[in-house]
């Protein structure tokens, strides 16, 4: 497979490999074995109930984290090819990198880092590797699932000083001022093209969005406009589906054609060449990324900020907030494993055990866990 694979690829035979040393398979490569540690893992299947925008209660079709993921992996896979880079690595990266995410969403997210603020933090990007590195337990050799130090890295998309000096091998490059491997960049774009096109879609659904407004938005008003040309009565659901599927091919082409010029111009002969390149390799032209940041700022205040979901997001920020309170208080009301693991722990301990808690919920888990306090 190294031989089709582009040079600035990240490469088995160049890999910083596992944290902990394993027989080779006798089947699979290395990334796909990741991938398939990340499938049959307990966070990802949790993935499954979890809020993308809408909390998983509201309505059986719209996305969750897990058929988030799946796009995003769709979207990260066919760039990857179209690059001749590592196909399964990436599809690992971008199934892998919201494991860490919370219930309800950055709702969920940010209220569980305001009750985690004189304890550290959390941020479920760091949480997506302690996931990874720490908290599944599959295997009786070590904790977590053992990746490659390249699906780790592209898991950690982003991280501060005073963390980065705190885990290792992945945390070098944000005090190195380094770039990931063109697979963890490809993930990390592959995420936002996902969300943004994905978000109109349920947007409309809900109704919370309507045709108008996002016909001020140029992404969509062009791909609006050559669908109405070509199919001048299309008027129900699949009239939104041409138009979201020619948004993402309109994104994503662009996103590869600006790259191959990119990576024609640094000519990176390794993946280290493109570590030490000194700015993403991976990237959109301007024209598309403006448009693709318009609508990323007409969807946080049309939709994310809309009252009807500023109210949903009030009750289930309170639910968090009650949860953490509790458990800090009595950490018996935790399973037996969390609740021992925070037994007679300092307060900085004990709170990332009950983060861990918390953020390893599904919404509907949160929901009766909170149900069950409140009466």
Do not use: W
Not at 19 to 31: D, I, N
Not at 41 to 54: C, E, I, M
Not at 90 to 96: G, P, Q, R, S
Not at 241 to 263: C, S
């Amino acid at each position: 497979m190294a031989a089709a694979l582009a040079p600035y690829a990240a490469l088995e035979s160049t890999s910083r490999g596992r944290r902990h040393a394993e027989p080779a398979s006798a089947h699979r490569g290395e990334y796909q074995r990741d991938r398939d540690r990340i499938i049959h893992s307990t966070a990802f299947r949790r993935l499954v109930y979890k809020t993308q925008v809408f909390v998983n209660h509201e309505g059986d079709l719209y996305r969750t984290r897990l058929t988030h993921s799946l796009e995003v992996s769709q979207i990260g896979r066919t760039v990857a090819v179209a690059l001749g880079l590592n196909e399964p690595l990436t599809e690992a990266i971008c199934l892998a990198h919201d494991l860490g995410h919370t219930p309800f969403g950055h709702a969920g997210q940010d209220t569980l880092n305001e009750c985690m603020r004189n304890y550290g933090g959390f941020e479920h990007n760091l949480q997506s590797l302690r996931v990874v590195d720490v908290l599944e337990a599959k295997y009786a050799d070590f904790s977590g699932l053992n990746l490659m130090f390249e699906t780790r890295e592209g898991i950690l998309k982003h991280c501060s000083v005073r963390n980065a000096r705190e885990l290792g091998d992945v945390g070098e490059r944000f005090l190195e001022r380094k770039q990931p491997g063109l697979e963890a960049q490809i993930a990390n774009i592959a995420d936002a093209i996902a969300y943004n096109n994905h978000d109109v879609d349920d947007g409309l659904r809900s109704g919370l969005l309507n045709l108008e407004q996002l016909r001020q938005q140029p992404l969509f008003a062009t791909r609006f406009d050559e669908v109405h040309a070509r199919y001048p009565d299309l008027e129900d659901r699949r009239l939104i589906y041409e138009i979201i599927r020619r948004m993402i091919g309109a994104v994503v082409t662009d996103l590869i054609e600006e790259t191959r010029r990119r990576l024609e111009d640094a000519a990176p002969g390794s993946i280290e060449d493109v570590r030490n390149a000194g700015k993403p390799l991976v990237s959109m032209s301007e024209a598309m990324y403006e448009q693709h940041q318009s609508l990323k700022r007409f969807l946080y205040a049309h939709l994310y900020s809309h009252e009807q979901k500023l109210e949903m997001t009030r009750k289930v920020q309170a639910m968090v907030r009650d949860l953490f309170d509790a458990y800090m208080r009595d950490a018996n009301l935790m399973p037996p494993e969390f609740a021992l693991a925070s037994a007679g722990a300092p307060d900085a301990a004990r709170a990332r055990v009950v983060a861990d808690f918390i953020a390893g919920m599904t919404d509907r888990y949160a929901i009766s866990a909170h149900e069950a306090l409140t009466g």
